[in-house]
């Protein structure tokens, strides 16, 4: 049985796609015959911690949350003190995040004791990602810290062939491997919970991810102000958490745009109340201007929803490709001309929907854990890395 460790800055779900992703990954790997333990920090978002035993397990994982001394960098030096007594307890080490100390430390000890680790960057090599948020900052640490860490990982795992290709940009030796994220559908859909009311016959555009400006939540309700004359009935719902500062200014712009009255704010939702508001969507949308992945619209996509998808989402290439939905701008006009354009067709909605349906078999959790396998074998094989090696896998 091989034993895997994870290590990963924070799984709090106010983080949104990273942490339902590790939830995901823990347990398909578990139900797939693997060892599983994650290493995490105690952090519940901005001033919060979870109120958690420091060891706690789940059903078939073992996870262990150390205090954070700080916000900025989750520094927990608890982290690196346990894996470099325990390393050598396990075949690899899966280190998830950059910019972190978690990750840092993970990739040290992992050195130290001669155990070959891995690598998933979450996006934070994307360019808008390396532009966002203290660029200068992160340009330093890039080359004192991440480039080390990357160059000496036995692999660096990437969810989409597009952030591989960001990635590859910046000129940083890597193994890079390419393995799609997993998502596990409702077992029945006769226990779903609907998170809003509209009536049968009213449109629902959907929006479902974390609130933050890379989510271009600001130009979808630009766009949405400009559909709703064409499709008076048609409701937004927007449904995610955010920092409660920019969750008002979102209101504050919908009202401004007098659209307040079509937009429902759910809130954060999951389970049975995210499935539910899935299926009852009419169309999806996610116009980030950047994602290494987009979870939601993988959700999406399994519930056999249309999609409208920003062009800089990984899986846009995907979604189009497949005629599972439209590719958009991040620009108000060519988010309005998407949603419009599925509304007003049933046919072509029920088209896309359709390939929706056909695509959604890259996304189970069955096809990850199995790839991700592969990788740790192949990586375990050799215990110690000295040098950088080329591709292991490609898609």
């Not at 974390?210 to 309700?221: Q, T």
């Not at 200014?249 to 745009?257: E, F, S, T, V």
Request: net charge positive; proline share 6%; with cysteine.
């Amino acid at each position: 049985m091989l034993r895997i460790l994870h290590v990963i800055p924070s799984v709090s779900r106010v983080h949104g796609g990273p942490s339902h992703a590790m939830e995901l990954m823990e347990s398909a790997l578990v139900d797939a015959g693997a060892g599983v333990t994650t290493v995490t920090t105690d952090d519940d978002g901005l001033g919060r911690r979870y109120a958690v035993n420091p060891s706690q397990t789940a059903p078939g994982i073992h996870r262990l949350y150390f205090r954070k001394w700080t916000e900025f960098y989750k520094f927990a030096p608890g982290v690196f003190y346990w894996i470099m007594r325990h390393a050598r307890d396990f075949d690899v080490i899966h280190v998830h995040a950059l910019f972190s100390f978690t990750s840092l430390a993970a990739g040290l000890a992992a050195r130290l004791r001669g155990v070959p680790y891995i690598v998933r960057p979450l996006g934070t090599l994307n360019a808008y990602g390396v532009k966002q948020r203290r660029p200068w900052l992160k340009s330093v640490s890039i080359r004192l810290f991440e480039r080390p860490l990357l160059a000496n990982a036995a692999a660096v795992h990437f969810t989409s062939r597009a952030e591989c290709d960001e990635a590859r940009a910046t000129g940083i030796p890597m193994r890079a491997v390419i393995v799609p994220l997993g998502v596990r559908p409702p077992e029945s859909n006769d226990r779903l919970e609907l998170p809003f009311r509209a009536d049968a016959d009213r449109k629902i555009v959907l929006f479902l991810s974390r609130l933050d400006p890379k989510k271009n939540v600001e130009g979808l309700l630009q766009a949405f102000s400009r559909v709703r004359r064409s499709f008076p009935d048609a409701l937004l719902v927007i449904a995610g958490g955010g920092a409660p500062a920019y969750v008002r200014g979102l209101k504050d712009l919908a009202a401004k745009l007098a659209i307040d009255d079509a937009t429902i704010w759910t809130g954060h939702i999951d389970g049975r109340a995210k499935w539910g508001a899935l299926m009852r969507a009419d169309v999806f949308v996610l116009p980030s201007f950047s994602e290494n992945f987009g979870i939601a619209v993988a959700e999406a996509i399994v519930a056999g929803r249309p999609c409208v998808v920003g062009r800089g989402v990984a899986l846009a290439e995907a979604v189009a490709k497949a005629g599972a939905g439209l590719v958009t701008d991040p620009v108000p006009d060519d988010i309005a001309d998407k949603i419009e354009r599925l509304l007003g067709d049933e046919a072509l909605r029920d088209q896309c929907g359709m390939a929706a349906a056909a695509l959604a078999e890259e996304f189970s959790p069955t096809a990850m854990a199995g790839s991700l396998l592969e990788v740790y074998r192949s990586c375990a094989s050799v215990r110690t890395k000295k040098s950088v090696q080329p591709d292991l896998m490609r898609p």
